[in-house]
């Protein structure tokens, strides 16, 4: 298989390294009885069904082959395929295709991107995002692929609904089902009732897979096969990963490792992680990471119902941009965060710098390397920069940006988000946070079954006028 491996170096968490600020193995042996039983708890709950998620590089032959199938009869009728999704529903897509095609894909002459249509997420409800887009492209010419595990989430529906009343007034009602195509769940929701009502190609995502651990399913699955990305072998590179995680020596396992040096971080008052690749094309996973591991471990509760206030806020950086922007705060600011960097050992472009300005001595260094190795250089740079300053960081290496290594990415941190839920003993597969505020949402427009709800809205304290600077 040759070297595909993910390289995972925590020596600048540690205080062999940075002082006593750093993480003593100590540390770690004392969590040894949790280790342990959060390892049980993972081999349980996987055997129990109730960790879906990590069976997905194994039990989707047939889905991956209905995809690939799809993909292949409809790619040539569309100019773009626009995903409608938020969350767990669009942010897995992006970040996949970010890291593995192209940065200017869209702006790519069809042929340079295989034959594949453009991409699109519409994610957010702005509505002048929206209503920009259809300035610049025809709907008629789009394959619309809405994501929505719950299939109600009103952010995604209220797009559908616009673009299907815009295909319907333009198309007959046979030729506008061919523009749509869901992803949801296979019984729940409003979603799968109106795509068998109305006639809609549909991909399901398993029942006990939640949003942010969808992006193995069809959820990403089909975007990424829609842009010539090729998800056999994401899939394997998330197996490739998996086994590694079935490792409970932690030293050999990745996944958990991050995960204890994380929960001793939090401990130690690290209740900030913030992750900068050093790679434009892994730019969104820090996007990605941020929902999996603030959706999952932030939580009022713990298993016990006692008041935890658990969770370590996510901070989205790039190398080495904010190296001229956050990292001046990261070295000299307060001991209040662990900094991940991600690294990639092999670009997939060289980039000479020519051998001019020699005459220069604050240009000459430059002439006649690489920008490859001037990034690379400055990130080693920061690495020494935060550990002269006794913060933690780690460093995570992909040998290069593919489709391989990036399954193993994604599911190394699912893997880690999930034992840090156990070490943290919350839930970390529910998000009853974020239902608070869709539920105000739907009681403020006054929708059925939510009166209860609107009257403990109506009850809040006014505001003050004093207290809003006009
Ligand atoms: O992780 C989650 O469950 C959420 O972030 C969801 O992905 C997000 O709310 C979108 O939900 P749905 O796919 O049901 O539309």
Redesign the pocket.
């Given at each position: 298989m040759g070297n595909m491996g993910i390289k995972f170096d925590f020596n600048n968490m540690m205080s062999d390294f940075i002082g006593d600020k750093g993480i003593k193995e100590d540390d770690i042996q004392a969590l040894k009885g949790k280790i342990e039983s959060a390892h049980k708890a993972m081999i349980e709950k996987r055997a129990l069904g109730k960790m879906d998620w990590r069976d997905l590089p194994y039990n989707q032959n047939e889905i991956v082959e209905d995809i690939i199938n799809y993909v292949n009869s409809v790619k040539d009728d569309f100019e773009a395929f626009v995903v409608l999704?938020?969350?767990?529903?669009?942010?897995g897509p992006m970040a996949v295709q970010q890291a593995i095609n192209s940065p200017y894909y869209n702006e790519l002459p069809r042929e340079k991107r295989n034959g594949f249509p453009k991409l699109y997420v519409m994610d957010n409800v702005d509505p002048e995002k929206l209503s920009y887009f259809f300035d610049m492209i025809d709907v008629t010419k789009c394959l619309f692929n809405c994501?929505?595990?719950?299939?109600?989430?009103s952010?995604?529906?209220s797009q559908f609904m616009i673009i299907k009343e815009m295909l319907s007034e333009k198309l007959s009602k046979e030729e506008a089902a061919k523009h749509i195509v869901c992803t949801?769940?296979k019984v729940n929701?409003n979603l799968i009732k109106i795509a068998k009502e109305e006639g809609y190609k549909t991909f399901i995502?398993p029942s006990g897979v939640?949003?942010?651990?969808?992006e193995l399913t069809p959820?990403g699955l089909l975007p990424a096969a829609m842009c010539g990305i090729d998800i056999r072998k994401m899939l394997e590179g998330a197996a490739y990963m998996d086994e590694i995680c079935k490792n409970d020596d932690i030293y050999k396992n990745p996944a958990y490792m991050y995960a204890v040096l994380s929960y001793i971080a939090m401990n130690k008052g690290r209740n900030i992680a913030v992750m900068m690749p050093y790679a434009d094309s892994l730019k969104l996973i820090s996007d990605w990471f941020a929902?999996?591991w603030a959706?999952?471990l932030g939580k009022k509760f713990d298993n016990e119902h006692n008041e935890i206030f658990a969770g370590q806020t996510p901070v989205k950086a790039l190398g080495v941009t904010d190296q001229h922007s956050q990292v001046q705060l990261y070295t000299e600011g307060p001991f209040d965060k662990m900094i991940v960097l991600l690294g990639v050992e092999k670009f997939r472009r060289t980039m000479d710098i020519p051998a001019i300005y020699g005459d220069i001595p604050s240009l000459g260094f430059l002439g006649g390397v690489t920008q490859n190795r001037l990034i690379q250089t400055e990130q080693m740079a920061t690495e020494y920069a935060l550990y002269k300053a006794g913060k933690m960081s780690l460093t995570i290496t992909l040998p290069e940006v593919n489709e391989f290594t990036l399954g193993e990415l994604l599911y190394m941190f699912e893997v880690a988000t999930g034992f840090a839920g156990e070490l943290l003993n919350i839930n970390a597969f529910d998000?009853p946070g974020?239902e608070e505020g869709?539920n105000a949402t739907y009681a403020m427009f006054g929708r059925p079954g939510y009166d209860e709800k609107k009257k403990e809205l109506d009850a809040r304290p006014e505001k003050k006028d004093k207290y809003i600077i006009k």
């Open positions: 999704g938020i969350g767990g529903s669009a942010l994501i929505s595990k719950s299939g109600s989430t952010e995604t529906m949801t769940d929701g995502i939640g949003g942010r651990f969808s959820v929902q999996l959706e999952s998000q974020v869709k």
